[in-house]
């Protein structure tokens, strides 16, 4: 799967996002080659505290988790972890950067700020993350989900980001409403974040976030 996205035409009103990646068992300038000028990505050795960093990425040994790591910001705001699982066949911390980064900081349909996908990481600290790339994403991203998600685990969700990365000078807006929906009925109490941000290429991609408290 290779996401590539259209220039950036403003800056967003707080700047561009520091992102770290630890640099041990993960290729930075390539992390960093992918995303553009969308964020300004850093190598991180020391993956305690990321200090200058808003948000750190750790790819784990089993290479289909990645941890992520939100500084603190303030005292109602202190560290937090969660360790994202992907159940798709695609890189993990590629997959979850996306997933999390591109919303916020991409040009799109449906936007949506950096400190609304912050709420969602911090609502739990573990995750579920499936992505599919083809011509029904969406379908077939929310099939994945459901087959990796049993219906008695869906009551403990507490936050799901939805995406869908829309190719650009396509339709998208049918394709936000399907999932939508979905995702009310997939986790109907749980705090949501749905967005489109606008890619390169002719293959939409779908993406869905679970986090679980525990």
Same mark, same amino acid.
């Given at each position: ?15 561009i ?23 300004? %990505? ?13 948000? %750190? ?12 790591l939100?500084?603190?910001c ?24 996306h ?17 609304? %996908? ?19 994403? !969406? ?8 087959s ?7 009551t403990?969700?507490s936050?799901?980001?939805? !995406? ?31 967005? +489109? ?9 779908? +993406? %869905? ?6």
């Amino acid at each position: 799967m290779t996401i590539s996205f259209p220039p950036r035409y403003l800056e967003k009103e707080h700047g561009i996002v520091a992102v770290g990646v630890v640099t041990e068992n993960v290729d930075v300038e390539f992390v960093a080659g992918i995303f553009g000028d969308l964020v300004d %990505v850093r190598p991180v050795s020391d993956y305690d505290g990321g200090a200058g960093c808003d948000v %750190v990425f750790r790819q784990c040994e089993n290479r289909q988790e990645a941890e992520v790591l939100l500084p603190a910001c303030n005292s109602r705001q202190p560290e937090h972890r969660i360790l994202i699982s992907l159940v798709s066949p695609y890189p993990a911390l590629e997959s979850v950067a996306h997933a999390l980064l591109v919303p916020a900081f991409s040009p799109g349909g449906i936007g949506v700020d950096w400190e609304d %996908v912050c709420l969602i990481l911090r609502s739990g600290k573990r995750g579920v993350l499936a992505v599919v790339e083809s011509g029904e994403a !969406v379908t077939d991203t929310l099939k994945l989900a459901e087959s990796v998600l049993p219906k008695e685990d869906r009551t403990q969700i507490s936050g799901v980001m939805a !995406v869908v990365f829309a190719p650009q000078g396509t339709g998208w807006m049918e394709s936000v409403r399907q999932l939508g929906r979905a995702v009310e009925t997939l986790a109907p109490d749980a705090g949501r974040v749905l967005a +489109a941000p606008v890619i390169l290429g002719d293959t939409p991609i779908c +993406a %869905v976030l679970a986090v679980f408290p525990e």
